[in-house]
């Protein structure tokens, strides 16, 4: 499930030394032969919990005084492009991934800095909601992406969904590339894209706009 941590643009930035990610197995802060690190939930119920004990021991760990601890699940703080420019100020990130049915309650009371959700649905455990968090991060530190300003212009960077398109040819299939993008003139092209960002987002995202209003 970490496959895309050695793949494009996140293993690139690995190589090249802009972000180090090591991955944890919990199981080596168990201390029994099977390496347990699940257990039944008191009062009954479907499913295993996650127990403290090896999680807490590995964040202690791993931490630093500068970590930011970030727990994985459904009833965090809805991931967005705000909260992943946030985290690119942050020196050392440790993300739990949960499993199971999630974790003991005493993870979020005493580990956890920030609990993050990806989205209103429900994961079968927190490794690819670290991968999209990992992900969205990781393109926004500087140098990760060819060009700088590739991050700057798109959707979210200013509220607003990113204007639409377009590559060769001009005329694929009837359908022809808006006449003012060919047209050489930088201040017609710029006010164009402004104008559709914001017709987009008006039509597609209409919450956006009164986010940026508040
Ligand atoms: C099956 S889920 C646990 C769901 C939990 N029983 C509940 O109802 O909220 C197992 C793990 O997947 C991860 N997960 C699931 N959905 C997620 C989401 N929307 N965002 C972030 N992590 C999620 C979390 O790490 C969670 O501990």
Same mark, same amino acid.
């Given at each position: 499930m970490f496959a895309p941590l050695s793949e494009?643009?996140?293993? *690139?930035?690995?190589? +090249?030394?802009?972000?180090?990610?090591?991955?944890?197995?919990?199981?080596?802060y168990t201390h029994d032969r099977r390496g347990t690190v699940d257990d039944v939930p008191y009062g009954g119920g479907p499913g295993m919990?996650?127990?403290?004990?090896?999680?807490?021991?590995?964040?202690?760990?791993? *931490?630093?005084?500068?970590?930011?601890?970030?727990?994985?699940?459904?009833r965090g703080k809805r991931f967005d492009q705000t909260t992943a420019r946030d985290l690119t100020r942050q020196s050392?990130?440790?993300?739990?991934?949960?499993?199971?049915?999630?974790? /003991?309650? *005493?993870?979020?009371?005493?580990?956890? /800095?920030?609990?993050v959700s990806i989205g209103d649905y429900v994961l079968t455990n927190g490794n690819l909601a670290a991968m999209v968090i990992v992900d969205a991060v990781t393109r926004l530190l500087p140098g990760v992406l060819g060009c700088d300003e590739s991050s700057a212009d798109e959707s979210f960077s200013a509220g607003l969904l990113e204007y639409p398109q377009y590559t060769r040819p001009a005329e694929f299939r009837?359908?022809?590339?808006?006449?003012?993008?060919?047209?050489?003139?930088?201040?017609?092209?710029?006010?164009?894209?402004?104008? +559709?960002? +914001?017709?987009?987002?008006?039509?597609?995202?209409? /919450?956006l706009l009164s986010e940026k209003e508040n």
């Open positions: 494009s643009i996140i293993g *690139r930035a690995r190589k +090249q030394g802009l972000i180090e990610i090591n991955l944890v197995n919990l199981r080596d919990l996650m127990k403290p004990e090896p999680l807490f021991e590995a964040v202690e760990a791993l *931490r630093t005084p500068e970590s930011l601890v970030v727990l994985t699940g459904p050392h990130i440790i993300l739990i991934c949960g499993h199971y049915e999630g974790v /003991d309650e *005493r993870v979020r009371e005493g580990l956890t /800095d920030l609990e009837g359908m022809s590339v808006p006449e003012v993008l060919l047209s050489g003139n930088h201040a017609e092209i710029a006010a164009w894209r402004k104008r +559709q960002a +914001q017709e987009l987002t008006r039509r597609l995202r209409p /919450d």
